[in-house]
C-alpha cells in the first residue's frame, strides 16, 4: 500500500491543547457553540463553522463553508497553524486507562479507495457526503482524520511502537475523558523510508471511522481532476491503526413506543426466548444476546429463536432490525425516524436507564459489541453492516494535523 508523508499544518505547542477539538460529528450543536463562544482559537471555528454563525441548528450554507475557509487562513496567517519544515509521518498514541493503540498519521491515495483496497463497512448518507464535498473544496483542506486499521503486522506494529518510545511528543492532551492523546513527528528520512517499505506489505485497509470523509475525499479528488488536473487533492489524511489494538463498544438503541411494558413483552416473545435479568444493569455476555430496560424498570435477557447464517444477516444489530424494530415498532429507517435513537457504549448502560426512566424514551436495547473480525469479514465479502452497528474509543481529536492541498 502507497502512503505519503507531508508537510502539515500544526498548533503551536503553546496552544495545541486550546486548538484541538473532538470530531465534527461527535461534539452537538450546542456544545459546539458554545466551546466556540469560551475559545477564539478552537478548531471547531473551521470543522463546525454553522455553531460559530447561527443561534439554532441547521445545515452549513456555502457561505458559511467560505468563513471555515477564511477562519483556517488567519489560523496560518496569525501563526497558530504552523507549518512543517518538511515532509513528515506522525506517530498518534491513545491511552484509555490500561488500553493504549499506536497509529500512523499519512496520506492515502483515492485510487486505492476506489479499486476496493481501502475497504468501507458502512453505506454514506448522500446529504452529509455532500456537505463534506464542500467543505473540502472550499477549505482546499482535509481538516479531519479517516480512522484506518490494517491487519496486524508484526515488524509495523513495533516499528510505530518504538519510535512512541523514543521521541519526545510534540503534544500530550488529556481529553474530558481522561483518554490521553499523544502526538510524534517523523522527520528522520531513514525512518519514513522504512516505514514506507513496511506498508509496501499491507495489501487492504479498513475504515473503522469516517466514511463520509474518505467518500468526499474521493470525489472531491474527481472534481479538481477535471478542473486542474492530478496534485496532492488525489491523497487523503488518515491514522492507521494495527486491528489487535482497536476497541469496539457497544452501540445501543432507545426507542419510543405506543405500548406497554406488559404488551411489548408479548410482542418480543414471538420471536425471541425471554428471560427476566437480576443482575443490573443487565449487559449482553456474547454475541446473540440483547437486553432490554423497559419503563418499568425491569431489566430482560433476549436471545433470537432464529440466526440467519449470513455474515451481516446474523449480526445482532440486524436481527434487532429485522425482527423487532421493523416489524413491531414500525422503523423502517433507523437513520431518519426520530423514534429512535443511538446510544454510544461509551456512556454505560446507566445511560439507557436514566433516559427511559426520564421518559425521553419508552425502551432501551443494549447489544454486544461487533468483534473487529467480524468487521473485517464484512468487508471483505463486499457487504455492508447497518447504521449504528460500531462505535470505536477512543476518538481521534481533530485539529492535531492538518492537511491542506490548495
Known amino acids: 500500500m502507497e502512503i505519503k508523508p507531508f508537510r502539515g499544518f500544526r498548533p503551536r505547542k503553546d496552544v ?4 484541538v477539538a473532538k470530531p465534527y460529528d461527535v ?12 475559545n477564539p482559537i478552537s478548531f471547531l471555528r473551521v470543522t ?17 463553508m467560505e468563513k471555515a475557509r477564511k477562519n483556517l487562513e488567519d489560523f496560518i496567517e496569525k501563526g497558530i497553524l504552523v507549518q512543517e519544515e518538511k515532509e513528515a509521518f506522525y506517530i498518534y498514541r491513545q491511552k484509555m486507562g490500561d488500553h493504549v493503540q499506536t497509529g500512523l498519521v499519512a496520506l492515502f491515495p483515492v485510487e486505492e479507495y476506489k479499486k476496493g483496497r481501502i475497504k468501507r463497512h458502512e453505506l454514506t448518507r448522500k446529504k452529509k457526503e455532500e456537505e463534506r464535498v464542500q467543505h473540502i473544496l472550499r477549505t482546499k483542506a482535509h481538516t479531519g482524520q479517516v480512522f484506518l486499521f490494517y491487519r496486524s503486522l508484526n515488524d509495523l506494529d513495533e516499528k ?15 481529553d474530558d475523558l481522561d483518554v490521553v492523546h499523544e502526538f510524534f513527528v517523523v522527520l528522520d528520512d531513514e525512518e519514513i523510508r522504512k516505514i514506507k517499505k513496511l506498508f509496501d506489505e499491507i495489501d487492504e485497509l479498513y475504515i473503522a471511522d469516517g466514511h463520509h470523509r474518505a467518500a468526499a475525499a474521493v470525489r472531491v479528488s474527481d ?3 477535471a478542473e486542474i488536473g492530478k496534485g496532492p487533492h488525489n491523497y487523503f489524511m488518515a491514522t492507521v491503526f494495527p486491528h489487535n489494538q482497536l476497541r469496539i463498544f457497544d452501540y ?9 411494558p406488559a404488551e411489548l413483552l408479548e410482542k418480543v416473545k414471538e420471536k425471541f426466548e425471554v428471560y427476566r435479568s437480576y443482575v443490573l444493569p443487565a449487559r449482553p455476555s456474547k454475541e446473540h444476546e440483547i437486553t432490554m430496560y423497559t ?3 425491569k ?25 423487532l424494530l421493523e416489524p413491531v415498532f414500525g422503523i423502517s429507517n433507523p437513520r431518519e425516524d426520530d423514534r429512535i435513537d443511538f446510544i454510544g457504549g461509551i456512556k454505560g448502560l446507566c445511560e439507557l436507564e436514566r433516559i427511559v426512566d426520564r421518559g425521553e424514551f419508552d425502551v432501551a436495547f443494549a447489544l454486544y459489541p461487533v468483534n473487529i473480525e467480524t468487521l473485517m469479514r464484512v468487508s471483505d465479502e463486499g457487504k455492508t453492516m447497518p447504521p449504528k452497528s460500531t462505535w470505536f474509543e477512543p476518538k481521534l481529536l481533530s485539529g492535531l494535523v492538518v492537511h491542506v492541498f490548495g
Do not use: C
Not at 461534539?27 to 469560551?38: C, P
Not at 510505530?160 to 488529556?174: A, F, H, N, Q, T
Not at 445501543?252 to 406497554?260: I, L, M, P, Q, S
Open 223 to 225: 472534481i479538481l481532476d
Open 16 to 19: 495545541a491543547k486550546d486548538f
Open 160 to 174: 510505530l511502537k518504538r519510535l512512541s518510545e523514543s521521541l519526545e511528543p510534540l503534544y500530550r492532551i488529556v
Open 27 to 38: 461534539i452537538s450543536f450546542l456544545e459546539a457553540k458554545e466551546t466556540i463562544r469560551n
Open 48 to 64: 463546525r463553522i454553522e455553531a460559530e454563525i447561527h443561534e439554532i441548528e441547521m445545515d452549513p450554507t456555502p457561505e458559511d
Open 252 to 260: 445501543n438503541r432507545v426507542v419510543r413506543t405506543h405500548y406497554k
Open 299 to 323: 431489566w430482560y435477557t433476549l436471545t433470537p429463536k432464529k440466526i440467519p447464517k449470513d455474515t451481516v444477516e446474523s449480526l445482532d444489530v440486524n436481527i434487532l432490525q429485522k425482527e
Open 295 to 297: 419503563g418499568d424498570k
